[in-house]
């Protein structure tokens, strides 16, 4: 390699390297980066045993980069290593004007660029509201409690819908790190305990995935060329503190007199609950009554209020009746 030219790719010891991975720090050449890039959730996949053979797979596509990586990154690697799946978009559109209206013109383009069917389901028609009209009577406080909630059990319908075996996500280290913190911080034994595993929910109907657990967000950026180069350098110090952390929140152990929420089924539109209703079917409830704050927090009076007067005329969320899941929440996979 010519002096002045740069460092040469550690793996390849031929192309000019063109980043350095923030998991490793090796210095490596762009074909190197997407080879190991690709090997490394191929690993993933294969290890954790993620999919079977025939199965049907939702790849939940929000438009943004991780899911649009993911969506690539499935339809490549089940072609070129034969998985047998048969693969599908899944979207959900918030109602969100300016926002998920533009970012779903992305997925219609990654449906047409990678043969996937695409399936997109709404909050107006699951719930009768959009976002856009809940941020109009609630505010722009507490409506990310609205669209979490929704957005959970939007995806579980839908998968439902396409009758799918397993549901993917594009949740990547950066994320996971980040709610094991959270869920310490708020003490949140249940979550804490469920949010590192790589499959979740296979106790109801629709399992979720998650390939990209040990995916650095950068590695992602760079994948789908979203940032450039030496952006990608930020983990220095650490490279290992994401996976570091990942790693604690899976050591952590659970007292076995340690007392977890039991959970049964809401009574009003069959969704896993570990209460009377769902969180989606209390959120709802104070939007229809006019009364958009109840169910909004962690106050147990507020939610144990509505959960004990149940009203038999409320119609439950449209869509998939008894669909069953775990407990909806922000912080929940
Ligand atoms: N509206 C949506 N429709 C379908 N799937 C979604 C939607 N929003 C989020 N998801 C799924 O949940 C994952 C994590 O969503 P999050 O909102 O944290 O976005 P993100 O980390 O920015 O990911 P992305 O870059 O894919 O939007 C996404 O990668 C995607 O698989």
Known sequence: MEKGKGRVCSLCNEKRAALKRPKT???????CFYTVF?????????????????????????????????AYVMSE???????????????????ITGYRDDSLETVKRNEIQYGLPLKVVSYSELYGWTMDEIVKLIGLKNNCTFCGVFRRQALDRGAALLKVDKLVTGHNADD?????LLNILRGDIARLSRCTSIITGEDGPIPRCKP????????????????????????DDRPRAILDIIKSG???RISTSTKMPEQGICERCGYISSQKWCKA?????GLNRGLPK??????????????????????????????????????DF
């Open 212 to 235: 990209f657990k040990y995916t650095y967000e950068k590695e992602i950026s760079f994948c789908g060329c979203f940032v450039l180069d030496k952006q990608l350098s930020n983990h």
């Open 176 to 180: 996971i790190a980040e709610t094991v």
């Open 294 to 331: 109840l169910g909004i927090g962690r106050s147990r009076g507020v939610r144990g209020e509505i959960n004990s007067e149940h009203n038999a005329n409320m119609k439950p969320a449209n869509g998939t009746k008894n669909l069953q899941s775990k407990q909806c929440g922000s912080l």
């Open 25 to 31: 720090l090796e210095q490596i050449c762009r074909e």
């Open 77 to 95: 690697l089940n072609r070129r290593h034969n998985y047998g799946l048969d693969l599908f978009l899944l979207s959900v559109d918030e109602g």
């Open 38 to 70: 690709e090997d490394e959730i191929h690993r993933v996949i294969v290890d954790n045993q993620l999919f079977k053979p025939g199965e049907r797979i939702a790849i939940g596509a929000s438009g943004g980069k991780d899911s649009t990586v993911l």
């Open 250 to 252: 899976e050591d952590f």
């Open 281 to 285: 079917c209390v959120l709802l409830e």
